[in-house]
């Protein structure tokens, strides 16, 4: 079991940058490969970036790339996710999730294992 926990949410104007953590216990961190995930009132949940465990390996949506960037220190047991140049459609609630394939990228929700309780983003206009 790999308990995972968000943090770094908040409200920014359109333009700012927001850095999200996630802290994982439980398990080898180092095991997993990890995702990050959005949800928007009223909408799906939406695949956002991903990194292998080794970080040799990343993915993102078109919607942020050269915006997001997606990063992890496993001496710390903990992925990242930098966000620049935020824009009012980047408020959501934000998700960590774990995959127990971990030399594998992922964009659907279903091929991950744990997920963490999300932290609000909100960026105003």
């Known amino acids: 079991q790999v308990q995972l926990v968000e943090s770094g949410g908040g409200l920014v104007q359109a333009g700012g940058s927001l850095r999200l953590s996630c802290a994982a216990s439980?398990?080898?961190?180092?095991?997993?490969?990890m995702g990050w995930f959005r949800q928007a009132p009223g909408k799906e949940r939406e695949f956002v970036a991903a990194?292998?465990?080794?970080?040799?390996?990343?993915y993102y949506v078109d919607s942020v790339k050269g915006r997001f960037t997606i990063s992890r220190d496993n001496a710390k047991n903990t992925v990242y996710l930098q966000m620049n140049s935020l824009k009012p459609e980047d408020t959501a609630v934000y998700y960590c999730?774990?995959?127990?394939?971990?030399?594998?990228?992922?964009?659907?929700?279903?091929?991950?294992?744990?997920w963490g309780q999300g932290t609000q983003v909100t960026v105003s206009s």
């Open positions: 999730a774990a995959r127990r394939l971990k030399s594998n990228i992922a964009a659907m929700d279903r091929e991950y294992d744990y």
């Open positions: 439980g398990r080898t961190f180092s095991n997993y490969a």
């Open positions: 990194i292998t465990w080794s970080a040799s390996s990343t």
